[in-house]
């Protein structure tokens, strides 16, 4: 396993992490989606991430969970007084934890906030939840898909006359909920170090959310958009901003919002003249249409040579497996492969601090005895001859 020289890719285990956080101790809570995923990225970013797994709990995924990646596991019992006094001897020398429970589990295993900070004042506590700490639905189950409902972001998906289309859950449990519990993470972390005192970050996917629908917000107010799918500037509502297929079956992405990029499009796109400009929406119609004939008297890859390199504001839409190989995404190494797994490299990017992949994904609790150990633990024997901690 070696770099590249870029920092993007795994880097041996006896190496020293490298990275903007580098340095940096943080405890994850074993989960599911968005927490894990948010550890991921600390790690990526440099974070010493350590992962507390329940005994019993790997997947057998092995070096394809990639959502484990760069971390270290220990097994431990919570259920157990033993388990829970050698968590919060971790927690003293930890900057932040993660945490996934829903509201109030924490506290009761007696792990919660309070807890931590009669240990360690100066520690981040961020939890990751769906409809946060508080309010009627705090204690409510619910899926990434649920949340993007409440908040108005799923009716917004989809085209006109069409039921709404289920994004996957990359927007709300992986855009609305890791990404802003990282964000707040590295804030407290942030202010820990000035003022010397830690604070709880609730981070809930419902928040995450409504908060990337900010400038549809201010387009609604403004009128520059109306509550309705697939009839907006960015909704597949206007002909120059939209999915077309191709000869072969295969899907073109256009967008030439702006008037010189569609100069371009219609150019090369080989429309009839009295679209060089583009109508008003009465005209959309006859002018969607043209555009469907045209991309169908060609493959995918065809159109896709002829606009490349220019602003015409075209890509082709490529499956998950086709990505990886795309020119284009190739040049910058945005895919490794680690362990024949093929996965997404660190981001974002950092010129003098790289980030990178640390370790594969690990098999619960094989690094318990390690980490105890380094992390000034005691009585590990004792831990482990009881069950509260296993050694894989």
Known sequence: MSDDGGGQVLSQDDRPATGPLAGVRIIELGGIGPGPFAAM????????????????????????DVLRRGRRSIALDLSKPRGVKALLQLVESA?????????????????????????????????????????????????????????GALHAIGRADQ????????????????????????????????????????????????????????????????????????????PWYDVYETFDGGWVSVGPLEARFYRQFHELLGLPEEFARRPKPDGWAVLRKSIAE?????????WSAIFAGTDACVAPILT???????????????????????????????????????????????????VLDEWGVRDIDTLISEDAAIQA
Not at 43 to 61: K, Q
């Open 320 to 370: 998950m497996t086709e990505a990886p190989d795309h020119e284009h995404l190739r040049g910058r190494e945005v895919f490794v492969e680690i362990e024949g797994v093929r996965q997404p490299a660190p981001a974002p990017r950092f010129d003098r601090t790289p980030g990178a992949i640390q370790r594969p994904p690990a098999v619960v609790g094989e690094h318990t005895r390690e």
């Open 294 to 302: 045209r991309f169908r008297t060609k493959t995918r890859d065809e």
């Open 163 to 238: 039921p709404p289309t289920v994004p996957l859950n990359v927007l709300g449990d992986f855009g609305g909920g890791s990404t802003y519990l990282v964000i707040g993470i590295l804030a407290a972390m942030l202010e820990a170090r000035a003022s010397g005192r830690g604070q709880v970050v609730d981070a809930a996917i419902v928040d995450g959310a409504a908060s990337l629908t900010t400038m549809l917000h201010g387009m609604l107010h403004a009128g520059s958009w109306t509550d309705k799918r697939g009839v907006n500037l960015l909704d597949s509502g206007t």
């Open 41 to 64: 990225l600390l790690s990526d970013m440099g974070a010493d991430v350590i992962r507390v797994d329940r005994p019993g709990s790997d997947t057998g995924l092995g070096a394809a």
């Open 95 to 151: 900057d932040a934890l993660i945490e996934g429970y829903r509201p109030g589990v924490a506290e009761r295993i007696g792990v919660g906030p309070e807890h931590c900070a009669r240990r360690n004042p100066r520690l981040v506590y961020g939890r990751m939840t769906g409809w946060g700490q508080h309010g009627p639905w705090s204690q409510m189950a619910g899926h990434d898909i649920n949340y993007l409902s409440l908040t």
